[in-house]
C-alpha cells in the first residue's frame, strides 16, 4: 500500500489521484506481489490467497466508509476482484515477454480509460513495472513469505 502511494505515481506520470486511479495502482502493486509469491509453491499460494482476502475486506470496509449502501457492496467487491483476476491475466501476460508493446497496451487501455489521465506517461509506467516486478523476483523467497518487500524508487523512475 506504501508504494501504491507513492505521490510520484500521480504527479508526475499522469495517473489520476481519483478512486479509480488509486484502485488501478494498488491492483497493480498487488499484481506484482501475488505473482511473485506464486513462485514460492504452496506456501507462496496460501499467502497469495490470504493477501488477496485481506484486500477483500479492506475494500469492503472502505466502499462502507465511503457510504456505499449495504446492499451495493457485496456486487463492487466482486466486480474489482475480478478486475483484479483480469489484471493478473493481462499484466503476467505482458510481463511474460520481453517486448514492452503488450505492456504498454495493458497499461494505456487501463490507465487511459480514467478520467484524468490525459497526461498518462505509459512508457514510463512500463519501465517501472518491468524494474518492480525484476526486483520482486530477485528477492530471496523467506525475505518475499516474510513480507518484506523492496521496491524501486518511484523517485528514481521520476529524473529518467
Known amino acids: 500500500m506504501t508504494q501504491a502511494r507513492s505521490s510520484g505515481l500521480y504527479a508526475a506520470w499522469g495517473v489520476p489521484d481519483t478512486r479509480e486511479g488509486r484502485f488501478e495502482v494498488i491492483a497493480l502493486h498487488l499484481v506484482l506481489v501475488l505473482r511473485r509469491l506464486a513462485r514460492e509453491g504452496e506456501r507462496g499460494s ?14 469492503d470496509d472502505t466502499l462502507r466508509e465511503m457510504t456505499v449502501g ?31 508493446s503488450l505492456l504498454a497496451a495493458a497499461v494505456a487501455q487501463r490507465l487511459a480509460t480514467l478520467g484524468g489521465a490525459e497526461g498518462l506517461d505509459a512508457p514510463e509506467i ?30 528514481e523512475w521520476q529524473q529518467r
Open 126 to 155: 512500463c519501465a517501472y513495472i518491468r524494474e518492480a516486478a525484476q526486483a520482486l523476483d530477485l528477492q530471496p523467497g523467506p525475505q518475499v513469505l516474510a513480507g518484506d518487500l523492496t521496491w524501486p524508487q518511484v523517485r
Open 70 to 100: 449495504d446492499l451495493a457492496v457485496p456486487r463492487h467487491v466482486k466486480h474489482a476482484i475480478a478486475v483484479l483476476h483480469e489484471r493478473y491475466s493481462t499484466y503476467g501476460n505482458a510481463l511474460a515477454t520481453p517486448q514492452d
Open 46 to 59: 496460501a499467502l497469495g490467497q490470504a493477501l488477496t482476502e485481506a484486500f477483500v475486506v479492506d475494500l
